[in-house]
Structure formats: C-alpha cells, structure tokens
C-alpha cells in the first residue's frame, strides 16, 4: 500500500513539472544584436600593477627604504596613543579610512605598501591609488594647507611639524616654558621645510622668501626621492633622493648633494647655534650612555626668554629636518642667519 502511494506521488510530480507554467516568464525571442569589439583583456590592467617584474621591483625598491624598519616605526610609537598615525601601518590606515587620529593600536607593525596605497579605484594601468592625496592642513597654522599638486601630499600628513613655535604658541608673551627634553616641531618638518613656513621668523639682516617660492616646491617629495634614477640604490620606492635628479634639474654632474657648498655652509650654521644654546643653558649636551663619543643634545625643561625658546625649536627643527639645508637653502639660511643675529645682540 505504502509503494503504491509513493508511486503516484512520483508520478503526479512528474506530471506537473512538464506540464506547468514555467516560474522565469520568456517572451518571443528579441532581435539579434550587432557584433562588439574585442576589449582589453581583463587581466591587462591588474598586470600592469602586479606582474612579478613591476611589484617585485618596487618592493625591492622598498626594501632600502629606512620606511620599512620596525626599528623607528613600531619599537618606539606605533602603538602609543598620540603617536600611531604616524609611527605605524595601522594607525595610518586608521586615520586615512576612518578619521582616527593617533589611537592606541594593539599590534602595530611597520609601513607596507598597502599603508599608502589603498584600494583599487579605475582598475586602470594608471591607477596607483593613494589613501590621501590632496592638501594638507598645517598643523600649526590653521590657515595653510600644504598643497604640492602631487603626490607629495600623501608625505606631508607626517612629514610637517606637530606643534607651532613659541611665540604663535603664546603670542606676545616675554617668557616661554619649555616642558619636555624631546621639544620642537618633532622629528620630521619636511614638508614646513620644503614650503618654508611655520618656524620662528625673527627678525634680521635676511629677509624670509614667501611660502611656496622655493625652487623645490614643484617637484617637492616625490620629484626628488621617487625619480628614476639610474642608481639602483636610489630613487623609486627606496625613498633615497636621486642624484640623477638632482643633476638634471641643477644642470651639473655633481656626486653628493651639496650644491655650492650650501650643506657645508648650514652645516656650520647648525653647530654655531646650536653651540650658543648650549653656553646659554637652554640645551643640554650629554654623552651617551653607550657610546661615550656621541653627545646627545636636548631643550633643558624650564622657563626661558621667548627668544632663547624661538632659537631652541628653530635649532630642533632645522637639524630634525636632516637635509641640512638641502630641502630649502634660502629659507633656512634666513632663519638661521636671523636667529643667530639675535641671540648675539
């Protein structure tokens, strides 16, 4: 009774799914269309970025680059809070994506190729594309923004100065505090640099070229550290500046940087000032704890004439900026020149 019951059911089913109307409505079958063109193969544009020769030469590239040690990306700040936007691949990411600026990160690790580059956008063989790329706000002046018209911008996220300097600080003021040994604009003002804007512009003999006016401000970051150069070690992805470069845009065939022997002449300044600050107590000189024959220098914590801490963070600045001059001459002369013009009165 039971297997004739499943047979009927069996049958029934069959019945309905040839018979019934079908659940996808078709209508009578449409003109047909015109032929298309033969495309770009869809993998053209992906190897364009990703074949084993462009990739793998850019991250060779990388490799050389001091970006890609965890020595001064994560050991010291890239998990701390105030310091992993800059100081870590995570907390780049974060604050590129999401608008978190300097959260503590639980695993930080240092910068990769995917911290400035993001997701794909154009899937095109130009589409290199950067988490951030349009101007910088300065972060000691609210009014300036950062604006090298390429890709230059993406550095100038990090690479500018953190705080102003003492006199926009507490304007006016006659003294100043000086609260931390580690004081100044912080590390790496490249970019305040380059566009010569933010330091302290006491007045002197030399008058300060107007922001942007610097001849290295068009090819800025990228012009310079990311030429093709026919140097392996240089230029590319090694961020290591091209001599190539250099050459071509100064018009000689010079083996170092130090054009006219403007390094060698800043270079002096840096020591002269930082020498008068020191003899001014403001700067303390300290061997180090290791290798007794370097000396580490730092703002001594204290209250102090406005002039003599305008002079430390220029000195800080200037000598963090390790360029020694290279990344703006004019401008950095000026401030040095004046500066020391100061405190000799």
């Not at 970019?191 to 302290?200: D, P, Q, W």
Request: proline fraction near 5%; charged fraction near 15%; glycine fraction near 8%.
């Amino acid at each position: 009774m039971k297997l004739k019951n499943l047979f009927q059911l069996a049958l029934l089913a069959t019945v309905i799914m040839f018979t019934s109307p079908s659940c996808v409505k078709e209508g009578p079958m449409g003109a047909a269309g015109t032929d298309g063109t033969n495309g770009t193969d869809g993998t053209a544009s992906c190897l364009a970025c990703h074949s084993g020769t462009n990739l793998q030469k850019k991250k060779a590239e990388f490799y050389m680059s001091k970006h890609s040690l965890g020595a001064i990306a994560v050991d010291y700040a890239g998990g701390r809070e105030g310091c992993s936007q800059c100081h870590s691949h995570e907390g780049f990411v974060q604050y590129a994506t999401l608008g978190i600026a300097n959260s503590k990160v639980n695993k930080p690790s240092a910068w990769e190729c995917s911290t400035c580059h993001g997701v794909h956008e154009t899937f095109q063989s130009t589409d290199y594309v950067l988490r951030l790329n349009g101007p910088v706000k300065s972060n000691v002046d609210a009014a300036y923004n950062f604006d090298f018209k390429n890709s230059s911008n993406l550095c100038a996220n990090c690479h500018q100065s953190r705080t102003a300097e003492p006199n926009k600080v507490t304007p006016g003021a006659a003294t100043f505090r000086i609260s931390s040994v580690h004081y100044g604009p912080h590390h790496g003002p490249q970019a305040n640099i380059v566009a010569g804007v933010g330091f302290a512009e006491i007045a002197g003999s030399l008058t300060y070229p107007a922001p942007g006016t610097s001849k290295h401000f068009t090819p800025s970051c990228t012009g310079c550290h990311m030429a093709t150069s026919t140097n392996t070690k240089e230029g590319g992805h090694s961020l290591v500046p091209s001599q190539d470069a250099c050459n071509k845009c100064h018009g000689v065939t010079e083996k170092d940087y130090n054009y006219n022997g403007k390094q060698t002449d800043i270079a002096a300044k840096l020591v002269l000032l930082r020498n008068k600050l020191v003899a001014l107590g403001v700067v303390t000189a300290t061997p180090d704890a290791v290798n007794t024959d370097l000396i580490i220098y730092a703002p001594k914590v204290g209250t102090i004439p406005m002039l003599q801490a305008q002079a430390v963070y220029n000195y800080f600045g200037m000598a963090e900026d390790r360029s020694e001059g290279a990344h703006n001459p004019a401008y950095v002369n000026a401030v040095l020149v004046n500066t020391l013009e100061a405190l000799n009165k």
